[in-house]
């Protein structure tokens, strides 16, 4: 009689730990499902938003071509290149040749992430894209890679690897440049040469 209820009583104490641990379970998968929820709601794609990068900077204009100086530092845009997309994905890469001139005793760096950005039509603002700074390095190489260095009293002209996604078939948009200097968080200022479709070339032997 005893063996019974010993044998009773051990059926029930582990009838009593399975049910535990499937209770652990459900409450280990409800996290995690939670977890998965909250993690799609992370990525839902970001709203565009006016005038993103170049804030509250104080804007000067410019014209391509056209020397203006902000901040000791001389800025022109030069030439607009727009190359389509191999990929095929409805955007274009947009290349530029500017011309930076330091009128400062001290050399800086700049580099097409930092200082450059991109308005377009609807006013929302990109910055340089590595699917196209990925491009020109690959194919371009009259195209200069970041860093670039601004020497003491000098001045760099070329074009930059760090281009811009455009939607395919935009025929205007605004170039903005920051003048940091040596300060490379330096968002007071900003210098924008507007585009228009004939600013914009579509051969890119220049870049070969």
Do not use: W
């Amino acid at each position: 009689m005893k063996k019974f209820r010993f044998t009773a009583l051990t059926l029930v104490s582990a009838l009593s730990i399975m049910s535990a641990f499937s209770c652990s379970d459900k409450t280990v998968q409800s996290d995690s499902d939670s977890s998965v929820i909250t993690s799609v709601a992370d990525r839902q794609p970001e709203l565009k938003v006016p005038n993103k990068y170049s804030g509250d900077s104080k804007k000067t204009n410019s014209v391509l071509g056209q020397s203006t100086e902000v901040n000791n530092t001389v800025f022109s845009l030069n030439n607009v290149i727009s190359v389509t997309n191999p990929a095929g994905n409805g955007n274009d890469y947009v290349y530029i040749n500017v011309t930076i001139k330091n009128n400062t005793d001290t050399e800086y760096q700049i580099n097409s992430l930092n200082n450059f950005f991109i308005s377009l039509p609807d006013e929302t603002e990109s910055l340089s894209d590595i699917r196209a700074k990925l491009y020109a390095i690959n194919n371009y190489p009259q195209c200069v890679d970041d860093p670039i260095t601004i020497p003491a009293n000098g001045e760099f002209t070329g074009y930059i690897t760090g281009g811009f996604l455009v939607p395919t078939g935009t025929d205007s948009f605004t170039v903005g440049f920051f003048p940091t200097l040596d300060n490379d968080r330096d968002r007071s200022n900003a210098i924008i040469s507007p585009v228009t479709a004939e600013n914009i070339t579509h051969d890119d032997s220049a870049l070969r």
